[in-house]
């Protein structure tokens, strides 16, 4: 019933909006705000309500009001955009369903490539060095080549300060929960077109807690993060070198627990030299830097050369980026404080653009655009092959304007090349050179291509000056990665031996979107249904024995077994989408009132019931959200604003229950506020003051996302699975300084 409550209430509200609307149409309408202008996925900086694509945008003030524990918890507040965890520090972003090698992440202007693969993988990008957020719903292949199946998250650098200038900013944190502390300092200057930006961020956390659980063993972490911009802007157009450095340790929550007290275990180091497990010292759980030998090291180095440069009439965009990932596993205590897995990624990034000159209203560009990439395994625990992969992708975009009607749309071929290197190992699955009497083939060599075409075509109308609407379609493209075409072992995060399959083909999707739009002094209201449909959608599929049952292969080098899932393909639809409604009345400039209800059904074809839906598909979500603010308190604060809110998540029932391995979610609701004010002293700002507070009713709840969730029974509770985060509270001070004024 509750579902059908929420469903009535934003009917009413779209029907209050339209009466209104249509009542204000025979007048002048002036919006309460200024359009929003977005850059991803266009050629040119585009207004929002012109994009037949569906875009959301995320400021720094709306993060900076928020007590997320990482980046990716940050924006999936954002209607459509949801997150799979395990644990506080890692967190993968799923864009209307879809996750992994699905959706491109963009940082810097090129497209972020860490280890995507892997549920216990992260996005590896600094949070306070991003001042925008823009999250593209929906097939971007067109643009940004393979992977953009499900969209794309961009994130936003600072723009270049004015000339003159040099300015910075202080900020520090505190939360409650896992005592997280953040510091961040920020320096950037611009002396007569000489521009520089130089950051750096500390980061630490010790255990987080809920009620269920008391403090959740090993889920402390730490980040050290540097990051420098520094260019030439010139009448012909800029150049500018960023270079950056992610390093992140953490430890990594197993959640085995005492039959006896439901304590979580630990390893120790039994005097046979055995793993042996015991209570985890609960003294510990509130110290910084405890990592167990079970934890993870992290670092991500970049280093981006992005140019604009005017090229006769038009104007040539060139981004070239080298990154390099190393991601470090110590998983056996046996083995000593030694990294048993050790992925090793290169990545050579390029970008090439030409924009034409604006004629009759045409706005034409076109580019190639790919990577080459380079893939080591440099532990001693092998889970995937060492692979080479190039791609390459040319494209043109068109975009005219007819009065109201903005058309746009292109195409695009991609080609990829995989590389699979082969990997012979002994019987104690040590490497070997060759392969002889005494050793096996592990990963055998293997070379795959894959080729695909993508495009989109779209319309934005308005209607009148109050109600738009915009319709997409677009083809999406993306290859197999190297664990799904070469993968054979099991990774210490997961139960399950994992086999690839060299002969897969690229998925393909067509997606439809569309949107209905009404935008008044007062109201403003978006509806945007889609439906996607993929054909050879790649998923795991369980292998039985010969002789009944489970298939349990054993990997030696990894010390484990487990049932086996072999990669394979079949065909999907994915449908849903997300209404908004926002209350902005224009003579009441100091309330706001913000509604969202975002949805999405995921289904494999052809298949049968018990695993027809797609694993961990996000549960229908609603955000209501009532903002105060106050442009003078009085002359010491000013720029004041209260918030409060609810999130309220659904029960998933919709699940993949075919082997066991994903259960029914309740549905749960989480009470956050926020507090804040810019602090003056003789008329200047001289910092601004945020408390924010999420889950304030300290409720205890699993995410169906949450890979915790299918962690051991706690015997004493009776619960299965370690719970997210509890209450947590968050003090933030944001002080800004300006060394020279221009």
Do not use: C
Not at 68 to 97: H, Q, W
Not at 698 to 703: C, I
């Amino acid at each position: 019933m509750r579902r059908e409550k929420y469903f009535s209430l934003i009917l009413l509200l779209l029907v209050s909006a339209n009466l209104y609307a249509q009542d204000q149409i025979s007048g002048t309408i002036k919006d309460s705000s200024l359009e929003e202008v977005i850059v991803t996925g266009v050629p040119r900086a585009t207004e929002k309500r012109k994009n037949p694509a569906v875009v959301s945008v995320l400021s720094r003030t709306e993060l900076n009001r928020n007590a997320y524990s990482n980046l990716i918890d940050a924006i999936s507040s954002i209607p459509g955009v949801s997150e799979m965890t395990e644990g506080p520090s890692i967190s993968k972003p799923f864009v209307r369903g879809l996750g992994y090698n699905r959706v491109v992440t963009m940082n810097d202007g090129v497209r972020q490539e860490e280890q995507q693969w892997f549920d216990e993988f992260g996005v590896e990008v600094d949070e306070n060095t991003v001042n925008e957020v823009e999250v593209l719903k929906g097939p971007a292949s067109l643009r940004y080549g393979s992977d953009a199946l499900a969209g794309v998250i961009n994130f936003l650098s600072p723009p270049t300060v004015a000339n003159g200038t040099v300015k910075g900013k202080v900020l520090t944190e505190y939360q409650t929960n896992n005592g997280l502390l953040n510091g961040f300092l920020d320096l950037a200057g611009n002396n007569h077109g000489f521009s520089w930006d130089v950051a750096y961020t500390h980061l630490q956390a010790h255990d987080y807690q809920n009620k269920y659980d008391g403090y959740v063993w090993n889920s402390g972490y730490s980040e050290d993060n540097v990051k420098g911009i520094f260019g030439i802007n010139r009448k012909w157009g800029y150049s500018h070198l960023i270079l950056s450095s992610f390093d992140l340790k953490l430890g990594v929550i197993e959640g085995a627990r005492d039959s006896a007290t439901g304590i979580f275990k630990k390893h120790y180091l039994a005097h046979d030299g055995s793993d042996s497990m015991g209570i985890a010292p609960l003294n510990q759980s509130t110290d910084y830097y405890n990592y167990p030998i079970i934890h993870q090291h992290i670092r991500h180095y970049k280093a981006v050369l992005d140019n604009s440069f005017t090229l006769g009439k038009g104007r040539l965009n060139a981004i070239v980026g080298v990154q390099v990932n190393h991601h470090q596993e110590a998983n056996d205590i046996t083995k000593g404080d030694i990294y048993n897995n050790y992925f090793f990624l290169r990545t050579l990034n390029y970008d090439l653009q030409y924009l034409l000159p604006q004629k009759n209203k045409w706005d034409i560009s076109f580019g190639v655009n790919g990577m080459q990439q380079s893939s080591e395994d440099r532990g001693i625990v092998f889970v995937l092959p060492e692979y080479d992969l190039f791609d390459i992708g040319g494209y043109g975009i068109a975009k005219r304007s007819f009065g109201k009607l903005t058309l746009s749309g292109g195409v695009r071929a991609d080609s990829r090349t995989l590389h699979g290197k082969a990997l012979y190992v002994d019987s104690s699955g040590n490497r070997v050179a060759q392969l002889g009497s005494s050793s096996v083939e592990k990963f055998a060599d293997y070379h795959s291509d894959f080729s695909g075409f993508s495009g989109s075509i779209g319309l934005a109308y308005d209607l009148t000056k109050a109600f738009y609407v915009k319709l997409n379609l677009a083809r999406g493209f993306r290859a197999p990665t190297a664990a799904e075409s070469g993968q054979n072992g099991i990774h210490d995060g997961t139960p399950f031996y994992e086999i690839g399959d060299h002969n897969l083909k690229a998925e393909s999707s067509l997606e439809v979107d569309a949107t209905l739009g009404v935008t008044t002094n007062d109201v403003s209201v978006e509806i945007t249904p889609f439906v996607n449909k993929i054909n050879n959608y790649i998923f795991p599929e369980k292998l039985a024995s010969v002789h009944g049952g489970d298939s349990i292969r054993a990997d030696i080098a990894a010390g484990l077994s487990g049932p086996t899932f072999k990669y394979v393909a079949g065909d999907a639809v994915l449908s849903g989408g997300e209404v908004s409604v926002n209350w902005h009345p224009g003579t009441i400039q100091w309330l706001k009132f913000e509604n969202s209800i975002s949805t999405v059904s995921a289904i494999q074809l052809n298949r049968p019931d018990s695993s027809k839906y797609l694993p961990y598909t996000p549960p229908t979500k609603i955000i209501s959200k009532l903002t105060f603010t106050a442009d003078k308190v009085n002359a010491a604060f000013q720029q004041a604003h209260f918030s409060i809110w609810i999130e309220d998540y659904f029960e998933q029932d919709k699940i993949f229950y075919q082997f066991g391995n994903e259960t029914v979610t309740p549905g749960y609701t989480l009470l956050n506020a926020s507090l804040g004010t810019d602090v003056r002293w003789k008329g200047k700002t001289i910092g601004t003051l945020i408390i924010a507070g999420n889950n304030l009713t300290d409720k205890g709840y699993q995410s169906n996302m949450s890979r915790l969730k299918y962690t051991d029974v706690n015997n004493v509770t009776g619960r299965t699975g370690v719970f997210n985060m509890g209450r947590n509270i968050s003090f933030k001070l944001i002080v800004p300084f300006d060394i020279k004024k221009g």
